[in-house]
């Protein structure tokens, strides 16, 4: 299934506007939403909605965002605005739905206050098409949630989840779980969507674990 007629990597521009944001990942088909305000990434949502509303998801890869000019990332995803709104005081708050993900090539001098890079999909191709998930035991997945759910406190419609593509279940759970800055890049960087739900577990049921060992009582 293509997004917005995107259909393969040479649908895509080359040169793409980076939205650097630590702890922030985007799956093709998943959505964020950003409060935009500082002037820079509004001048990039400006130009964006200008031309093909495509803004570039990419975490910083030292994970700190007071660096004056931060390393990258080596993945980040392609997301088109599909909601824009200005708030009275001049922000923007804005979804990006995901199209593709891309690897991180080359910081371009564009001459905008904001950063630009060349970036190849070809790495993710697969992401134009709907993701497979024959391979995932989803009962076991939508367990493992629940238990972290419970554990951590966190609310969550569970009858919505039941209901939802297994895509989704994966992904939402990979960008809103707290972890840290590099499991979600890893998460990220899970080529398939198998692998990708595979690391989702792990990551969860070691989190699980740990809290069972804290809760123990002392023999």
């Known amino acids: 299934m293509s997004t917005f007629g995107f259909r393969k990597p ?31 990434y509004l001048n990039m949502v400006d130009d964006a909605l200008g031309g093909e509303r495509l803004i570039g998801i990419i975490q910083p890869a030292t994970g700190e965002d ?9 993945v980040g995803t392609v997301g088109r605005i599909t909601a824009f709104s200005e708030t009275e005081d001049g922000r923007y708050l804005i979804t990006l739905t995901g199209v593709c993900r891309f ?41 493992s949630l629940k238990r972290y759910a419970s554990l951590h406190g966190f609310n969550v419609d569970w009858n919505s989840v039941e209901q939802a593509p297994t895509e989704t ?5 990979a960008q809103l779980c707290p972890f840290d800055a590099a499991a979600k890049q890893a998460l990220l960087e899970a080529v398939s969507l198998e692998e990708r739900a595979q690391a989702l577990v792990a990551l969860v049921e070691w989190d699980n674990a740990a809290d069972d060992q804290n809760n123990r009582p002392l023999q």
């Open 103 to 143: 690897d991180y090539e080359q910081e371009l001098e564009a001459g905008t206050p904001y950063r630009q890079a060349l970036v190849n999909y070809e790495p993710f191709t697969g992401d134009f098409r709907q993701a497979n998930d024959a391979g995932i035991d989803r009962m076991a997945l939508i367990a």
């Open 10 to 40: 040479e649908d895509l521009p080359q040169a793409l506007a980076l939205f650097p944001l630590d702890g922030v990942i985007l799956f093709p088909r998943s959505v964020v939403s950003l409060n935009v305000f500082e002037p820079r």
């Open 66 to 74: 007071g660096e004056p000019v931060p390393q990258l990332a080596d």
């Open 169 to 173: 279940v994966i992904n939402v759970a």
